[in-house]
């Protein structure tokens, strides 16, 4: 049974966090999201680029690993990218408000709320 929706809400109660969503990097549709601040169809279309153009890259160098996680540091903003393991093509798009946040306990965070993703 699918829980994005209360995986959207374990991950907007992250201190400072301003949206989140659960993407497909194969179409850039998300699948589940909320907040506010940040056009989330828009931002999951042009991050999903971003994860696959690094994903592609860790195959064309031969590298034998995974990607944990992306972030993008912005003047005002944090936006954290993870990729969901057990999911391959779904990844996680949380954004946080700079001032606000832990970025160590919001990684850690959203690694515990990937890991109890159900779909």
Do not use: C, W
């Amino acid at each position: 049974m699918s829980n994005i929706n209360v995986i959207v809400d374990t991950l907007l109660k992250i201190d400072g966090a301003l949206a989140a969503a659960i993407v497909d990097s194969n179409s850039g549709m998300v699948l589940g999201s909320g907040g506010s601040g940040v056009d989330l169809e828009l931002a999951a279309a042009g991050n999903t680029e971003v994860v696959r153009a690094k994903m592609k890259t860790i195959k064309s160098l031969g590298l034998n690993d995974v990607i944990e996680d992306i972030l993008i540091t912005l003047g005002k903003q944090y936006h954290i990218l993870r990729p969901i393991e057990k999911y391959e093509g779904l990844f996680i798009y949380v954004v946080l408000d700079k001032n606000k946040s832990n970025l160590a306990l919001a990684r850690r965070k959203v690694l515990e709320v990937e890991q109890a993703l159900e779909i």
